[in-house]
């Protein structure tokens, strides 16, 4: 979401801060000239906004992101579209659990290959 007008991009100051004292400096300053702003739709942004202020402010302390839950959303989006022609979605959940999981089986045919050292639930495999 963009917060808009009374402030312009504000949202990259707020996420690009240095730390949390910083980033609520800025959202309390926008916050404060968006509550007076004539635009009705500023205004009810900066009433969600107000709701979700600590949520922001965490976000900025610990640097974290919903980008990885939306790489796997789209993953799964992608294999739904190309599993339209599965007879059963027994095939369709088994190629989601290949795809968004950690399972790499071994193919028939191919070379056993090691997986690295301290990879979750990685098994040391002698050639």
């Not at 968006?34 to 906004?49: F, G, Q, R, T």
């Not at 992608?78 to 089986?105: I, S």
């Amino acid at each position: 979401m963009r917060l808009p007008a009374a402030g312009g991009a504000v949202e990259d100051e707020v996420l690009r801060a240095a730390d949390g004292s910083e980033a609520a400096e800025l959202l309390d300053d926008w916050m404060h000239r968006a509550a007076y702003c004539k635009i009705a739709k500023v205004v009810a942004v900066e009433k969600k906004v107000r709701r979700r202020r600590d949520d922001i402010i965490a976000a900025v302390e610990l640097g974290i992101s919903n980008g990885r839950v939306e790489a796997i959303n789209n993953k799964i989006k992608v294999t739904v579209r190309m599993g339209y022609g599965f007879r059963n979605t027994d095939n369709l959940v088994a190629l989601l659990m290949l795809r968004c999981g950690d399972c790499q089986p071994q193919l028939p045919g191919r070379p056993v290959k090691a997986r690295k050292k301290g990879v979750k639930g990685a098994k040391s495999v002698a050639a």
